[in-house]
């Protein structure tokens, strides 16, 4: 079975502060895929970013970061420069090859303030 | 990217009545759909997964006498709340996939019943 672990539930930083959010992961199979999310208030998914279990190299895509090292399950993701716009929930979910289904964690509350 | 539109995006209904929820693709075929449930603060809940023109597979836990899934064409499936009661009050989402792209989500619909 597959489990997603997001252990910080809420975040609160300060406008222009970094910050990272955490996902660990678990699963037994070998090629699967990571997913980072965006839930605004609005309530629906925005999607981030796709990995899969055989690239580890770290991807950048302006403020946002996304760190991989299948050694410690993780898959972390990094806000650089905070703005109040990114104030939302992120979910990290897991995705095994062969299947359709999305496993998500239970998500980081992030509250950016001015 | 893909889009996938549901309706409505609000709904308030009286206990005991039914509601019908849409999931549209509007420019793939979407060979499966994937129903969710989002408490309030919690993480999506995979309800059901449901391939064009076959009977959907529930998740365990999810009444299907309940929550009547149809996916009758490759751009729509329906999700009906049946004989709802306040606690089937919640947000649901659907998202929704061709063979080979990942899912991608509708606005998803918060149902209120009273």
């Known amino acids: 079975a597959q489990k997603v672990t997001q252990a910080q539930t809420e975040i609160s930083v300060v406008e222009k502060e970094d910050v990272t959010l955490d996902c660990v992961y678990e699963t037994r199979d070998t090629t699967y895929y990571l997913f980072w999310y965006k839930q605004p208030p609005s309530g629906e998914l925005v999607f981030l970013i796709r990995r899969n279990s055989f690239d580890e190299q770290n991807e950048i895509s302006g403020r946002y970061s996304w760190n991989f090292q299948k050694s410690t399950s993780s898959f972390n993701f990094t806000i650089t420069a905070s703005q109040v716009v990114d104030s939302a929930v992120y979910f990290c979910a897991l995705r095994v090859a062969y299947g359709n289904k999305l496993v998500f964690g239970a998500g980081t509350i992030l509250r950016v303030k001015s | 990217g893909a889009v996938v539109s549901q309706h409505p995006s609000r709904v308030i209904c009286k206990s005991g009545t039914s509601v019908k929820i849409e999931c549209r693709s509007l420019?793939?075929?979407?060979?499966?759909m994937f129903w969710y449930r989002q408490f309030p603060k919690q993480s999506l809940m995979l309800m059901a997964t449901s391939n064009e023109g076959s009977k959907a597979t529930y998740e365990q836990g999810v009444e299907k006498d309940k929550f009547l899934i149809n996916h009758a064409s490759l751009t729509l499936s329906t999700l009906t709340v049946t004989s709802a009661h306040p606690e089937d009050s919640s947000f649901y989402i659907c998202?929704?996939?061709?063979?080979?792209?990942?899912?991608?989500f509708g606005q998803g619909t918060r149902l209120t019943v009273v």
């Open positions: 998202s929704a996939k061709d063979g080979n792209t990942e899912a991608f």
């Open positions: 420019d793939f075929q979407a060979t499966t």
